[in-house]
């Protein structure tokens, strides 16, 4: 679904990261963990082709991205941001409809399967009882699960999520990341950002650890995610330690 070649990305006139290179199955969840300023959102909007590539190569499927227009990525790819400012009072059953623009022609209204596909997506997230509240009306919490609504909306067989659940309280944060593995399940390839370890354990099948532009190491959780290599990423010491059933959670070391 997605292959990236020496990859060096940044902005016109600075480079901020190189030699990035992973390939992505259909259904494969890989998590990237970085610092703030790693590179991470950078990397993520040069995927989507709103930032140019400054070497290497992306494949989406088998065609260069730079091959694709602008409505065709946005059939394959959904993107969440990290956050959304609310300028307008649409209801957040219009916010997600706006997923389905990707599919309709120029001037086109909204058939009734795209109403349908909108409406999937709120229940999934369980924002059908918020469908006709204003998105200026809602938390930002709320706004960001409508984020991944819309994103869904598209129907996309890629989904890349910059830090997804970042605003969202403890029981949406769980609510995203088991509707990550759902997605999963179905064939979507997802590529999502986060500043907890503990993410990447429960939700992708690979890691990738972004520091200052470059890739620390890559692997399953199990195999990068470990305490040196999250105090070279952080700076901060981390323990590692298994669950019972054979999960992992990371727990720093704090001063008292």
Avoid: W
């Amino acid at each position: 679904m997605l292959e990236v070649r020496d990859l060096a990305f940044g902005f016109p006139g600075r480079t901020i990261g190189r030699d990035i290179g992973f390939t992505l199955g259909a259904g494969e969840v890989m998590c990237v963990l970085g610092p703030n300023g790693g590179g991470k959102t950078t990397l993520f909007r040069t995927l989507l082709g709103l930032l140019p590539r400054h070497a290497g190569s992306i494949l989406v499927g088998s065609d260069p991205l730079e091959s694709l227009s602008r409505g065709e990525i946005a059939r394959r790819i959904g993107y969440v941001p990290q956050g959304h400012a609310a300028y307008f009072a649409f209801t957040v059953r219009e916010f997600v409809l706006m997923g389905r623009t990707a599919h309709m022609g120029a001037l086109a209204s909204p058939a009734r399967n795209d109403v349908r596909v909108a409406e999937r997506a709120l229940e999934s997230l369980e924002l059908s009882p918020l469908a006709d509240r204003p998105v200026t009306q809602i938390s930002g919490g709320e706004r960001q699960l409508a984020l991944v609504a819309r994103a869904l909306a598209q129907e996309p067989k890629l989904l890349v999520m910059d830090e997804p659940t970042a605003s969202l309280d403890f029981g949406n944060q769980v609510r995203v990341l088991d509707r990550i593995s759902k997605l999963s399940e179905k064939g979507i390839s997802i590529l999502f950002s986060s500043h907890h370890p503990d993410h990447a354990f429960l939700s992708a099948g690979r890691a990738l650890l972004l520091a200052e532009g470059r890739a620390l190491a890559i692997g399953t959780p199990q195999e990068v995610i470990r305490a040196d290599t999250l105090e070279r990423l952080y700076g901060v010491s981390v323990q590692v330690l298994p669950l019972p059933g054979g999960g992992h959670t990371c727990l720093p070391a704090v001063s008292r």
